[in-house]
């Protein structure tokens, strides 16, 4: 088993904050000691800058990533943005998934992304026949993030309708026949998991429903019973617009949350993601059920759908994630002070997030609400994933560190990262994928040229 170390010139620590002169040790996957006030130790790899524990983007729709700069000039709103995003999904297969999602994720490796939910409803062929394997996309994701060096939650999305209005569920249109599942439950089966509901030692499975607009209530049952069986993380969209609030108020009598929580879909491995249109009872019932509650600020304003209530959230005993959705940016600190920058808003009060607790959100929080609860921290036991941000760039320059890092710095500064032990980044660099923006640029011009 490799040991490794590491001296970090400052490290953000557990019940600490910044540290000085951190010596940090790990044998194989997981660290083993952590030591401050140490000097710079013979054999320990130099870290220049601020380390931080690995970033967890709680949710991603990979590819999403070819719509950036094509859908944000001119006006619109969510559905008409929908329909761009259907024309890309109709043009992929596993081959060309594969490629974009090893671009997309080694770009979060970049950004110090360590592990990813890919929150994952794009199935089968075009027109709705399955692949000869069912799980052919799936596994292409898997694979993707695999050699892109990150984690990956694979959240298996359960997809049946095509809208809901105050008449009750609409049929699959012909652009989302190749999302849906006549028996979501049998191909889930077919991925071949451990019983801890593992793929691969580095990639979990998960559950989502899409939404209340895409699974009918009688219908979540066989997803919730899966993620129980599995201890799995079960996650939704929910409340994103208020288009979906009327809707299922109209047909169900009740909100979103409540009608997830009627199915059994909401608990404590449940996370809730946008959340934005929620009321005091809807988060009330949240936080007593210890659902995460997963906010994607760069997605939620591009699309326009509006200011998540984070803080009442969290106080209501919501752990908040982050995730960058629709890969508008793909950079956890512009969520983490998203999150912030649309209270500040809202409220025309500063300073409402503490930056420990939108830290906890990138990190900690996230990794554990995708089935990951020993990861997100620099501490012994857990997973050896690190984050070096430059306090040396034009942005980060002159400043206190966790503060600067967290409102100035951005993904360009991230220098180097290590994921389960091992040198993914280094000098804002990817070592197992040579070129980056070239794959991306390749990947999405095949799937939109």
Do not use: K
Not at 58 to 69: Q, Y
Not at 253 to 265: F, V, Y
């Amino acid at each position: 088993m490799q040991v490794r170390r590491w001296h970090a010139e400052l490290a953000w620590l557990p019940g600490h904050g910044v540290c000085a002169d951190v010596l940090i040790e790990a044998a194989g996957s997981r660290f083993t000691t952590i030591t401050v006030g140490v000097a710079a130790a013979e054999g320990a790899v130099r870290l220049s800058g601020l380390t931080l524990p690995g970033f967890a983007n709680a949710h991603s729709h990979a590819f999403h990533r070819a719509l950036r700069g094509s859908t944000q000039a001119g006006r619109g709103t969510f559905w008409t943005w929908r329909e761009i995003m259907y024309s890309v999904a109709a043009r992929l297969d596993p081959d060309s998934y594969f490629a974009l999602a090893r671009a997309v994720y080694a770009e979060m490796a970049l950004a110090g992304i360590t592990c990813v939910g890919e929150f994952h409803y794009l199935h089968h062929q075009a027109g709705g026949q399955p692949y000869a394997d069912p799980n052919a996309m799936g596994r292409a994701l898997a694979a993707a993030a695999a050699e892109a060096g990150l984690r990956m939650t694979l959240l298996d999305t359960c997809y049946l309708a095509g809208g809901l209005s105050g008449a009750g569920h609409a049929p699959l249109g012909p652009e989302q026949l190749r999302f849906g599942d006549r028996d979501w439950a049998s191909r889930v089966s077919a991925l071949g998991l451990d019983e801890h509901g593992m793929m691969s030692p580095h990639v979990r499975a998960g559950a989502a429903i899409h939404s209340v607009r895409a699974v009918p209530r009688e219908q979540m049952g066989p997803v919730v019973a899966w993620a129980h069986h599995f201890g799995a993380p079960l996650h939704a969209h929910m409340s994103e617009q208020v288009a979906e609030n009327e809707a299922c108020q109209a047909f169900y009598g009740m909100s979103p949350t409540r009608l997830l929580e009627s199915a059994g879909a909401v608990g404590p491995r449940t996370s809730v993601v946008h959340a934005t249109h929620v009321t005091a009872d809807d988060m009330a019932l949240l936080g007593e059920c210890q659902a995460y509650a997963c906010i994607c600020p760069t997605t939620e304003r591009d699309l326009g759908d509006g200011l998540a209530p984070s803080f009442d959230l969290a106080a209501a005993g919501c752990a908040l994630t982050l995730g960058s959705d629709s890969h508008a940016v793909i950079d956890m600190l512009e969520e983490a002070r998203g999150v912030e920058y649309c209270e500040r808003l809202a409220r025309q009060s500063r300073g409402v997030f503490t930056v420990a607790a939108l830290l906890d959100a990138a990190t900690c929080a996230g990794h554990a609400s995708l089935g990951w609860p020993d990861a997100g921290e620099i501490a012994p036991g857990a997973w050896a994933d690190l984050v070096t941000v430059s306090l040396e760039s034009v942005r980060t320059a002159g400043g206190p560190a966790a503060e600067t890092i967290l409102f100035a710095a951005t993904a360009a500064d991230v220098r180097d990262v290590v994921i389960g032990g091992r040198d993914v980044v280094r000098g804002g660099a990817h070592l197992l994928v040579p070129d980056v923006p070239a794959e991306l640029s390749a990947a999405i011009r095949a799937v939109t040229s």
